[in-house]
């Protein structure tokens, strides 16, 4: 059976890397295996859902170069949701509560108080329908309670058992003791159902056959296993990964919105490079810039994720730019050269690609090639002597060899008394690319006119 996966982002934020790292496991996943993600937009938080960052989650995934089957949105299938839970209600699973956030803050403190785990007493369950209709006739409306199989002895009823397991793909053997948990609200006191519950519909409606998602939803996965079974549905297969942590070890979750995939194409950096990272960061392989989705999809394997955190840092994610931008044919980047300006077409890239972290610092280069700058003389007899030498054009990438042993011979210099002084005249730089692809781009006219100190 070919994998049908989601990516279930809520459109209250724009995407972050932490995101994006859930996003790319479940693509590779689904498209090793010739299968379909699904992106699903979890909106039913109707004050913080806007449309404008559900198109905002939709540009960075195109951005990134991520295909889905199709899109699913929560707030359409409300009515859905409302049929299930008549569904749950009938069985006697899904049961209507109306104490107040005030009111559960006392009971849990008061079980505190008394040694006892703050789990809720399933009041809600011994209510008549008598005093349901009087708390109703007060204006109380009801937050319904999935009731979870941990019935005890003490009720009557014959015990079930508490512990709900499963192979995770990641994690391996999990156990959750729903015993220790208390029945979850599934639907609030406004009829809102809660992601909970909408997640377990949208997996049994869409065919979802496997679930990757962080290990934070670990204990989650224990309850939405039991909403499975109550549904008389096979719970998908299920991958829990570990949480990115950054350079320092300290959590991300404060830096998030300065990690954001808008800020990171702003800033210049590589749909592949981000992908790359996101892959492969917290695995058994090496992080490295991989050229395209595919190359990245081979790769993938359940058994390659380790269970400890991953970890972000922004500065290897920036060198993995600059190596992907190293290794760059012209043919990749040409349009996006010339809407920056560069026309130097490839002996132009190629000389500089190596220097560049970020595209737009060819911009930086173009100027030295082809602009005019303020150069630096720190010896002015070594600059003045090359300027007497400099050949006639046409010139090539010997040129620079033959000066730089005219002006030796001139001068008596070599090493880094010949060269700095030449490098820093010719692209008002300390470093840079290598002058012998350089000096044919800049070209005799202003090469004469930097080495004797004039602007050009």
């Known amino acids: 059976m070919k994998p049908t996966v989601r990516f279930a982002p809520s459109p209250t934020g724009r995407l972050h890397i932490g995101n994006i790292r859930t996003a790319v496991l479940n693509y590779l996943l689904a498209r090793k295996a010739g299968g379909t993600l699904i992106l699903r937009l979890d909106d039913t938080d109707r004050e913080r859902s806007t449309e404008e960052f559900a198109e905002g989650i939709r540009t960075d995934l195109r951005w990134l170069g991520f295909e889905w089957g199709r899109e699913e949105r929560q707030?359409?299938?409300?009515?859905?949701?409302?049929?299930?839970?008549?569904?749950?209600?009938?069985?006697?699973?899904?049961?209507?509560?109306?104490?107040?956030?005030?009111?559960?803050?006392?009971?849990?403190?008061?079980?505190?108080?008394?040694?006892?785990?703050?789990?809720?007493?399933?009041?809600?369950?011994?209510?008549?329908?008598?005093?349901?209709?009087?708390?109703?006739?007060?204006?109380?409306?009801?937050?319904?309670?999935?009731?979870?199989n941990n019935t005890s002895a003490e009720s009557g009823l014959t015990p079930l058992p508490t512990i709900v397991s499963w192979n995770d793909l990641i994690r391996g053997d999990q156990t959750v003791d729903i015993g220790s948990l208390s029945d979850p609200v599934l639907i609030r006191e406004d009829g809102t159902p809660l992601y909970t519950f909408t997640s377990v519909v949208d997996d049994v409606d869409f065919g979802i056959t496997h679930i990757v998602r962080g290990e934070d939803h670990v204990t989650n996965s224990g309850v939405q296993i039991s909403i499975f079974e109550a549904l008389d549905a096979v719970p998908p297969a299920l991958a829990h990964h570990s949480l990115l942590i950054g350079a320092?070890?300290?959590?991300?979750?404060?830096?998030?919105?300065?990690?954001?995939?808008?800020?990171?194409?702003?800033?210049?950096?590589?749909?592949?490079?981000?992908l790359s990272h996101a892959a492969l960061v917290g695995t058994s392989d090496a992080i490295e810039p991989h050229g395209n989705i595919d190359e990245l999809a081979e790769l993938f394997d359940f058994g390659k994720i380790s269970t400890a955190p991953g970890r972000f840092d922004l500065e290897e994610l920036k060198t993995l730019n600059a190596k992907l931008l190293h290794k760059r044919p012209y043919e990749d980047v040409?349009?996006?050269?010339?809407?920056?300006?560069?026309?130097?077409?490839?002996?132009?890239?190629?000389?500089?690609?190596?220097?560049?972290?970020?595209?737009?610092?060819?911009?930086?280069?173009?100027?030295?090639?082809?602009?005019?700058?303020?150069?630096?003389?720190?010896?002015?007899?070594?600059?003045?002597?090359?300027?007497?030498?400099?050949?006639?054009?046409?010139?090539?990438?010997?040129?620079w060899g033959k000066l730089t042993a005219e002006v030796g011979k001139a001068t008596g210099l070599k090493g880094r008394a010949l060269f700095h002084p030449l490098r820093l005249a010719l692209t008002g730089q300390d470093a840079g690319p290598e002058l012998k692809a350089l000096l044919p781009l800049i070209g005799r006219a202003r090469a004469e006119a930097r080495l004797r100190g004039q602007r050009g």
């Open 248 to 274: 320092d070890g300290h959590a991300l979750s404060k830096r998030l919105g300065t990690l954001s995939i808008e800020t990171f194409r702003k800033d210049g950096l590589e749909p592949m490079a981000i």
């Open 334 to 399: 040409a349009d996006r050269l010339a809407a920056l300006g560069i026309t130097g077409g490839a002996p132009f890239w190629e000389a500089v690609r190596g220097n560049v972290t970020v595209l737009s610092d060819a911009r930086t280069w173009w100027t030295v090639v082809a602009g005019e700058i303020d150069p630096v003389i720190e010896n002015p007899d070594v600059t003045a002597k090359a300027a007497e030498l400099l050949p006639s054009e046409p010139w090539d990438s010997s040129t």
């Open 75 to 148: 707030s359409a299938r409300l009515a859905r949701y409302s049929e299930v839970a008549e569904q749950l209600k009938g069985a006697g699973r899904l049961y209507a509560c109306y104490e107040s956030e005030e009111e559960l803050d006392r009971k849990r403190k008061r079980q505190l108080g008394r040694g006892m785990p703050p789990i809720y007493d399933r009041a809600g369950l011994k209510l008549t329908d008598a005093e349901r209709a009087k708390l109703e006739a007060e204006g109380r409306r009801p937050h319904w309670r999935f009731r979870l």
